[in-house]
């Protein structure tokens, strides 16, 4: 068997999206196999959390010993990269292993009631590639690649069950009104009105876990996009209390707290929004920690493959406040940013007898990444067109690992912006329609991005600005993002 990696132009684009079937059903003679059972698959998704919020990488105002745990039996990254600054992309960019040049869904576009504008239906996903081999798929949180119902839905796109919040919009709110469950809306009558009785993240875990139950005897991709730490602050009182007045003074944040289009998207008030944040990635850890204790119980610690990292980097919304937290790690940028500190992420992979321990990588990766990392690692059959890199050699050791040519990043808001790494070359530029100049810096001399030097490097910006123009396809269904 033999996955095929192609990097794309127009033509291979626009035969990626008309070829669905045929990338289902192609299969080749491999060279290359892994020899494992179809391992389990569990990808936890934080939300606008920053690289710098866990303490294995430098978080010192909170603690998360179970993500920390996870590192010390794993393998941590260093220098991986989101698909993208903000949410609907980055997720369209690890799920088709495509960046956001070529990826279906490239920004935050809204459907009214409820949802984002869908994934078209020819598109390949990941849950499709392993459903195809036989896995049951599962997505726990939040989608917002398609509203219920439609090409995009989740239903549509591989997976098997769904439970949480379809749409991005409504899920700024941690007390919602309703969730879905695969199909159907659920009501949640704590809920009503102003009242806060249902949590959401703790109804989608426990979801989660009964997943992994359910399917313990058979091969399952358990993806599990978390909404924490995304705004608005809320968490439940047994956390906040863990926190408040350890962060004073504290800065309260005057939200949106009524009327008829409450709980639909602006963000409520917090009083204390530093004990907030940090009650909100307690709780996230102490969920990851239920997760890694349900596979050790389960006996399947061998047999799968636990992977978290975060869809961009820190937000500066509903009273959050990542500097103080150091959330960026001394990155510049946060959220909508395509400097590091917006889509520099962290990465940690633990694969028991497989990964080695407690070890760390300088490997440079991305979310397009990870679908043909799996292929591989499943001795997949079926053909797609990638813009990825397998890095199941740095899972294993290292050796043979290949390096990309070069990364690429697209964002559709505040004017238009673009990014391209290579080698230690990034070259950024913002606010395209006002054609405002490129910004040249050199990764390993400058990582906080300080110094441009566009000026003194005009062949560099000449080469990459060019590889710029190549990294991108216009199609009809990418017309409703210009």
């Known amino acids: 068997m033999k996955l095929m990696h192609v990097w794309l132009g127009t033509f291979l684009m626009v035969c990626f999206f008309s070829c669905k079937d045929q990338n289902k059903q192609a299969a080749q003679a491999s060279n290359l196999r892994v020899e494992t059972s179809k391992p389990n698959i569990i990808y936890i998704l934080a939300d606008d959390l920053g690289y710098g919020d866990l303490s294995v990488y430098g978080q010192t105002k909170f603690s998360t010993p179970n993500i920390d745990q996870l590192a010390k039996e794993g393998l941590l990254f260093y220098q991986h990269y989101a698909g993208s600054p903000v949410c609907a992309p980055s ?35 990941l849950a499709q590639l392993l459903k195809n081999k036989g896995y049951k798929t599962g997505v726990f949180g939040k989608w917002g690649l398609g509203f219920p119902g439609s090409d995009g839905d989740p239903l549509n796109q591989g997976f098997d069950e769904f439970y949480g919040y379809n749409c991005q919009r409504k899920a700024h709110h941690y007390y919602p009104y309703h969730l879905w ?17 249902q949590y959401a993240p703790n109804l989608i875990h426990e979801e989660a876990l009964k997943f992994i139950d359910s399917n313990k005897d058979k091969p399952f991709f358990l993806f599990y996009p978390s909404i924490i730490p995304h705004a608005e602050l809320a968490a439940p009182q047994e956390y906040m209390d863990k926190f408040i ?58 047999n799968t493959i636990i992977i978290f990292s975060s869809d961009n980097g820190p937000h500066q919304e509903g009273g959050a406040d990542p500097d103080f937290f150091n959330s960026n790690a001394g990155f510049r940028g946060y959220k909508r940013d395509l400097y590091e500190g917006g889509i520099r992420v962290p990465m940690i992979v633990k694969w028991k007898g497989t990964v080695q321990e407690g070890s760390t990588t300088n490997h440079i990766s991305a979310f397009w990444d ?105 199609s009809e269904i990418f017309k409703f993002l210009k």
């Open 181 to 197: 469950k695969n199909d159907q809306k659920i009501l949640l009558e704590g809920n009503i009105g102003r009242n806060k009785e």
């Open 245 to 302: 007045d350890k962060f004073s003074p504290e800065k309260p944040f005057k939200g949106y707290d009524g009327d008829e289009d409450y709980r639909d998207g602006k963000y409520e008030s917090q009083a204390y929004p530093h004990a907030a944040f940090a009650a909100m990635m307690t709780l996230l850890d102490d969920q990851v920690g239920d997760i890694l204790k349900k596979v050790k119980d389960l006996g399947l610690e061998e």
């Open 91 to 125: 997720r369209s960019a690890l799920l088709t292993g495509l960046h956001t040049g070529y990826t279906p869904i490239r920004g935050n576009k809204e459907i009214r009631p409820e949802g984002q504008v869908p994934m078209p239906d020819s598109t390949f996903t």
């Open 370 to 474: 990870v679908m043909p990392t799996i292929a591989e690692i499943i001795s997949d059959d079926q053909m797609f067109i990638t813009n990825g890199v397998s890095f199941l050699p740095t899972l294993k050791g290292g050796e043979n690992q290949k390096q990309h040519d070069y990364l690429y990043w697209e964002f559709h808001e505040l004017g238009g912006r673009q990014a391209l790494l290579k080698n230690n070359w990034k070259l950024v530029r913002y606010n395209i329609k006002d054609e405002r100049p490129y910004e040249l810096y050199n990764l390993e001399k400058d990582p906080g991005e300080l110094n441009d030097l566009a000026n003194q490097f005009p062949e560099i910006v000449t080469e990459l600005s060019q590889l710029m123009i190549n990294s991108r396809t216009e």
